[in-house]
């Protein structure tokens, strides 16, 4: 494996890079790395593919700006552009988890030509709306605690989850795997309440993130903290005006669907499943593939499973 940096203005973006063939781009989510990635690239450089993992801004060894309009959907999208054009003279294929999963959805809108198709983890494509999901959640959550809700005034999560780094990202990646209990990623307390407030930190973890892994991601965040991370969360409104000439619009190129089958995700929105129909404004729908008795982190928990799914969609392009 070797690491590249691409540019985009002044932001520096980390990719890791192995193999060679047709490329393969993976987009990683919160709070994560490029590191997420790090058994689908093994297994399809082995198949013959370019395999590359980015740093999304904020993260890793990537540029880490203050601003939370930095981390609006469209700075982020041009910013996958921007390693595409580094890595690529042709289309590539993107594989985008968790935050990833929009990032690269908007890509293949924006930037149609440097897409070939785009495999989704854990968050299906909902089209751009006139509201951003935040003013849904408020609704919503208007007498509980959401952590989208916690994570918009500035500095009170960075503090929580940085006061102990390691066991807060223990207890993040518990929460909402297939491992812990139903219900406890969104579990019922005060608006008002810490995120981390009621989540375990087993000890040991699950065997799927080893003990070197999560010192991988603890180092990570140990260095660059938690803010950029979160400004994505708080950049929603923005996207609403940045996105208007892609609202509402279908993607028209190859797609998939990944997903755990006890993945919070799939129930932010009480009463409705959001993995019911993942390729409704798909035109070009491959299928999605459900993995039982996983969560959220599905590429990490499942990674044979996940793996196998992605050779099926890759093969029929």
Same mark, same amino acid.
């Given at each position: ?23 393969? /781009? ?25 395999? $590359?993992? +980015? ?17 609006? +959907? ?52 909902? &089209? ?7 003013? /849904? $959640?408020? #609704?919503?959550? !208007? ?8 994570? #918009? ?27 812990? &209990? ?16 009621? +989540? *375990? ?24 903290? %938690? ?7 708080? $950049?929603?409104?923005?996207? *609403? ?22 993945? !919070? $995700?799939?129930?932010? +929105? ?42 099926? %969609? /890759?093969?029929?392009?």
């Amino acid at each position: 494996m070797e690491f590249k940096e691409a540019t985009n203005g002044d932001i520096v973006l980390r990719v890791a890079i192995e193999g060679s063939g047709p490329v393969l /781009l993976c987009v990683h989510g919160w709070p994560e790395l490029w590191y997420s990635w790090r058994h689908q690239i093994a297994h399809f450089a082995e198949l013959g593919y370019t395999v $590359a993992a +980015m740093d999304v801004r904020g993260y890793g060894g990537s540029s880490k700006p203050e601003p939370i309009a930095a981390y609006s +959907m469209k700075n982020l999208s041009s910013d996958v552009a921007a390693v595409i054009r580094e890595i690529s003279d042709d289309p590539v294929v993107l594989l985008g988890h968790d935050w990833g999963a929009p990032i690269v959805w908007n890509t293949a809108l924006l930037y149609p030509d440097f897409v070939r198709a785009v495999a989704g983890l854990s968050v299906p494509y909902v &089209p751009g709306r006139d509201a951003a999901f935040i003013d /849904l $959640a408020e #609704q919503l959550y !208007a007498d509980r605690f959401f952590y989208q809700i916690y994570f #918009q005034q500035e500095g009170v999560a960075e503090a929580e989850l940085e006061a102990d780094v390691s066991s807060s990202l223990r207890k993040i990646y518990y929460a909402i795997s297939g491992d812990a &209990p139903t219900g406890t990623w969104l579990i019922e307390k005060p608006r008002h309440s810490p995120l981390l407030e009621g +989540m *375990v930190d087993p000890d040991p973890f699950p065997e799927w993130l080893t003990t070197a892994d999560i010192k991988t991601y603890s180092d990570a965040f140990e260095n660059g903290g %938690f803010r950029g991370p979160l400004n994505r969360y708080r $950049a929603q409104r923005i996207d *609403v005006e940045d996105l208007v000439e892609i609202r509402g619009r279908t993607i028209q190129q190859p797609t998939c669907f990944i997903g755990g089958e006890k993945d !919070a $995700a799939r129930h932010f +929105m009480p009463g409705y499943d959001l993995y019911t129909n993942p390729g409704r404004a798909c035109d070009d729908f491959r299928g999605s593939t459900i993995i039982g008795d996983v969560g959220h982190w599905v590429q990490q928990e499942a990674p044979a499973e996940t793996n196998s799914a992605l050779e099926v %969609f /890759l093969g029929s392009l």
